[in-house]
């Protein structure tokens, strides 16, 4: 079992930076591959970016390639998300999400998922 807290979300001006934060306890944090997902109002919720265990792969949606970054700290059990140049689009509910396979695009194959933080990016 990984319970899984994301937090730094927020309001923000479009082109503003957030760094949200993903801290997990419970089993070893490395044993699973991590993504991030978001959800708009009335949208399905869409793959963002993962990372592998160890951290040396990581895959991006197009949407966000140059101004997301993802990375992770094993040793302080958190994954993080690097937001910069926000858009309006980028306006959602983030999830971090744990999978004990490989990391992947579709949120069925991650087994557990934090609760959500809110970004919001204004005009």
């Known amino acids: 079992q990984v319970q899984l807290v994301e937090s730094g979300g927020g309001l923000v001006q479009v082109g503003g930076s957030l760094r949200l934060s993903c801290a997990a306890s419970?089993?070893?944090?490395?044993?699973?591959?991590m993504g991030w997902f978001r959800q708009a109002p009335g949208k399905e919720r869409e793959f963002v970016v993962a990372?592998?265990?160890?951290?040396?792969?990581?895959d991006y949606a197009d949407f966000v390639k140059g101004r997301f970054t993802i990375s992770r700290d094993n040793a302080k059990n958190t994954a993080y998300l690097q937001m910069t140049s926000l858009k309006p689009e980028d306006t959602a509910v983030y999830f971090c999400?744990?999978?004990?396979?490989?990391?992947?695009?579709?949120?069925?194959?991650?087994?557990?998922w934090g609760q959500g933080t809110q970004v919001t990016v204004s005009s």
């Open positions: 419970g089993r070893t944090f490395s044993s699973y591959a």
């Open positions: 990372i592998s265990r160890g951290g040396g792969g990581t």
């Open positions: 999400a744990a999978t004990s396979g490989d990391s992947s695009w579709s949120p069925y194959d991650y087994n557990y």
